[in-house]
């Protein structure tokens, strides 16, 4: 079986400085993978070389099937990011923002409703432009779209950023799901105690590099109930 | 690629029917800019409806600086430039949705601007059919230069000063035909020049910077 993501002495630069350096990182299909490691270490690069929006300039990358070195952007549409910005547009509200995003990236409009619902984003609030929302609000907005959207590669950047306790078990539960369905997540997270019980496997990242690895025994966690995860397996890389 | 192109025009309108951003500052900007270009020739009305052609196109210029910055600030926020790149939608259709958004405020300040050039200047219309393609071709290609250059600007951190050093030179053919076609149109030119030309010239300097638009704002929006 193909990986979704492959990644061997990947290098990508911002101006002329390494952000990956000859990585090496390869995540299956269906899998839950955390991205670990201190500021600067490379996992929002990591994170933005897999949606091709970091070019990588040599080494071998693949996701999805796509070369990312050759079509960069032949990836995007089936990859779904949330970054630490929204990405939403302040004039625009909640159901015209979820359209805005389905709609440009190809998908069916028909299960925005049930999105909204599940990210709790119901009555009124559908209908409020998305500058009045608070942090945790438009968080939710943004995953209403990837889930209605249902990209196979969903990339998280610290997702759990802004989210009280409900939106974080519902996290889990979106995430579990989307893994159910054929997705493959990278969460590339500070907060261990949040997304290390989601996760399959762990990778620790420093100077652009992965330097540690660990298989976790993921215990699927019933809806709304995040429960703990323990360390099964560990490599050390570099 | 018309599909993405609708799709984006749709969504940069709606934001501006919502914000009125260019109907409550840009377009009281420009007729602004007739007012004091007005008091500035002083209470004389021949030099005034001799100078009506030049400065209602030089007031679209300004105008038109203005709604192509207002254009790529909505891409400039909250990652959303990311999110339309993510989106997989056409690079050309992103072009031309987002030129085609510009056009249609444009074309709003040109009314708001000739009612100006009117009322203020005292200019009476000759050939509408002269005024009407002028506007139609220099709106087109305003829009396309704007977009064009708005991408390139976009990435900069200088971008608000660097659009206008960038847009204004380019766009001198709209502003020299235009201004010769209206001068024609109003009957304030020289004696025996005719529209046409002008009016070629526009047309053909829209069709090139929609064609460039089209072939280049892909790279341009990846490099911005």
């Known amino acids: 079986m193909a990986s979704a993501v492959s990644l061997r002495a990947a290098v990508a630069l911002t101006g002329r400085f390494p952000v990956l350096a000859g990585i090496d990182l390869t995540v299956d299909p269906g899998e839950i993978l955390v991205l670990e490691g201190p500021n600067g270490a490379g996992k929002t690069s990591v994170l933005r070389a897999c949606a091709g929006l970091l070019p990588v300039t040599s080494g071998h990358a693949v996701v999805l099937g796509h070369d990312l070195r050759r079509h960069p952007s032949a990836v995007r549409r089936q990859v779904g990011m949330l970054g630490h910005a929204a990405a939403l547009y302040n004039e625009l509200n909640v159901v015209e923002n979820v359209r805005f995003a389905v709609r440009a990236a190809g998908g069916s409009v028909d299960g925005i409703d049930a999105a909204l619902d599940r990210l709790g984003l119901v009555g009124r609030l559908r209908r409020t432009t998305v500058g009045r929302l608070s942090a945790g609000q438009r968080r939710r907005v943004a995953l209403a779209v990837l889930v209605a959207r249902h990209p196979a590669l969903w990339l998280l950047d610290e997702p759990h950023a802004a989210l009280d306790a409900g939106a974080r078990a519902l996290l889990g539960d979106i995430v579990t799901g989307a893994v159910a369905g054929g997705a493959t997540v990278l969460i590339a997270s500070h907060e261990p105690e949040a997304s290390l019980p989601l996760a399959h496997r762990a990778v620790t990242l420093a100077g652009g590099r992965v330097t540690d690895e660990r298989t976790l025994e993921r215990r699927v966690p019933d809806p709304g109930q995040i429960e703990s995860t323990r360390v099964v397996g560990a490599v050390h890389v570099a | ?152 600007a976009a990435g900069v951190r200088v971008r608000e000063t660097l659009l206008p050093f960038l847009f204004l030179p380019v766009v001198a053919p709209v502003l020299l035909a235009g201004t010769r076609a209206w001068q024609v149109a109003l009957g304030t030119g020289p004696g025996g020049d005719a529209a046409d030309p002008w009016l070629r010239l526009m047309l053909v300097f829209a069709a090139v910077y929609l064609a460039v638009g089209v072939l280049t704002f892909g790279p341009l929006q990846e490099a911005g």
């Open chain 2, 1 to 152: 690629m018309w599909r993405d192109a609708l799709l984006v025009a749709g969504k940069d309108l709606r934001i501006e029917l919502r914000s009125r951003v260019v109907l409550n500052q840009v377009a009281p900007f420009a007729v602004v800019v007739l007012a004091l270009f007005a008091f500035a020739l002083g209470p004389n009305r021949a030099p005034m409806v001799e100078a009506a052609a030049g400065l209602f196109w030089v007031a679209v210029l300004f105008a038109c600086v203005l709604a192509v910055q207002r254009s790529f600030a909505l891409e400039a926020a909250d990652g959303t430039r990311d999110g339309l790149r993510l989106s997989g939608l056409d690079p050309a259709g992103i072009f031309l949705g987002k030129a085609a958004a510009i056009a249609v405020q444009l074309v709003v300040l040109e009314v708001l601007l000739a009612a100006g050039v009117v009322l203020f200047y005292g200019a009476h219309v000759h050939s509408y059919v002269a005024v009407l393609v002028a506007c139609a071709a220099g709106t087109a290609g305003l829009a396309a230069v704007g977009t064009l250059y708005g991408a390139l």
